[in-house]
């Protein structure tokens, strides 16, 4: 008994963390936060200029929705002059023409589809005008690494960069300075045929797109400033951080200092594997370019602490999951029966 006792103290002992040691930063990471630091202010002056030049066609590419006022002319028959709201189902009615559907067109294009429809039956060469009177209001969340983080009410047409304007641009502080994806997450059942990479699209589950805002603003891709639809929700996450989860001792989010960390340093930040962990299984889940905008990576940790692994280099927003090993969750349970069994008969001898 004493021999067991003996045993399981030894095996407790080895299963204490190291403690872990606090470094002061290098001249090199100093220097990347200060190049960090940079970057977000010249994304900073990106999204202000847009947003600047952008006021002049903030209406062109307004698609039409329920609830928006619509004032319709027809210059070469006056009763054929309307003003409507459209309807819940995106739908008006007029004149001659009975009922049409509207939702999502742009004004020009309805005037188009209203001029064409007139050729065909009662006039020719029309000239029609849409002017949309009132538009409905649209309600927008960006949360995350902005100065001013809230829900707002617009109207009109917005795309990302009015949103983070309107948010007032992107945090730069040293411990909420903004990463470099953006995610814009679309409420289920939503139109719109956007040129992103969808990584959820099954319904009714919600669509998310993931935007580098790097190759947006700094390199200028504005086909990633994506029209904003009622509901939507961007989110931007902080700088440098990667994800440690499932059978670690501290699980959270990290710094990702220099962004030269491994797996296995990621895994020590965590405090290290619990004993029922599997090691040999975990997973970086990671937001990509590819088609389906997320890879998952197998890494095997005891292969890496033999030297027979390669630690790979993770990136920011990178999710490590370590899952729960079956056989050695028996064997802890099972030291731990017979732990409460050994003190249960200590404390017998002892009355």
Not at 64 to 86: A, H, M, Q, W, Y
Not at 169 to 195: C, T, V, Y
Not at 243 to 261: A, I, Q
């Amino acid at each position: 008994m004493l021999t067991l006792l003996l045993a399981f103290f030894l095996i407790s002992c080895a299963s204490k963390p190291s403690p872990v040691t606090q470094k002061n930063p290098t001249t090199d990471q100093i220097m990347e936060q200060i190049e960090s630091s940079k970057q977000v202010k010249a994304m900073n002056e990106r999204i202000l200029m847009s947003s600047l030049s952008s006021k002049k066609d903030l209406y062109r590419d307004y698609k039409i929705g329920p609830e928006d006022l619509l004032e319709i002319s027809v210059f070469e028959e006056e009763k054929l002059n309307k003003t409507v709201r459209v309807s819940s189902q995106g739908n008006i009615s007029l004149p001659l023409l009975g009922i049409l559907r509207v939702g999502g067109l742009t004004a020009y294009e309805l005037e188009k589809e209203i001029r064409d429809l007139l050729v065909e039956k009662y006039l020719q060469n029309p000239h029609v005008s849409v002017f949309i009177k009132e538009y409905r209001n649209q309600r927008i969340s960006v949360m995350g690494a902005v100065e001013k983080p809230g829900v707002f009410d617009v109207s009109g047409q917005k795309n990302i960069l009015d949103a983070l304007a309107l948010a007032g641009g992107l945090s730069s502080g040293p411990d909420k300075e903004a990463g470099q994806l953006l995610f814009l997450i679309r409420p289920p059942g939503m139109e719109g045929d956007l040129p992103a990479k969808k990584i959820e699209s099954n319904d009714p589950t919600p669509k998310t797109f993931v935007i580098d805002l790097e190759e947006m603003l700094l390199k200028g891709d504005l086909m990633l400033n994506l029209p904003l639809l009622h509901g939507d929700v961007i989110n931007i996450p902080v700088s440098g951080k990667v994800f440690v989860g499932g059978e670690v001792k501290r699980p959270g989010g990290f710094s990702l200092k220099g962004k030269k960390m491994t797996v296995t340093q990621a895994i020590a930040m965590a405090e290290g594997l619990k004993q029922e962990a599997n090691g040999t299984d975990t997973k970086i889940f990671r937001y990509s370019e590819g088609q389906m905008g997320k890879e998952i990576i197998s890494v095997n940790l005891h292969s890496i602490h033999k030297g027979v692994g390669d630690d790979l280099f993770l990136k920011e927003n990178d999710i490590i999951i370590v899952p729960k090993s079956g056989v050695k969750t028996f064997l802890m349970e099972l030291r731990e029966t017979v732990k409460g069994l050994i003190g249960f008969g200590f404390s017998l001898g002892g009355v």
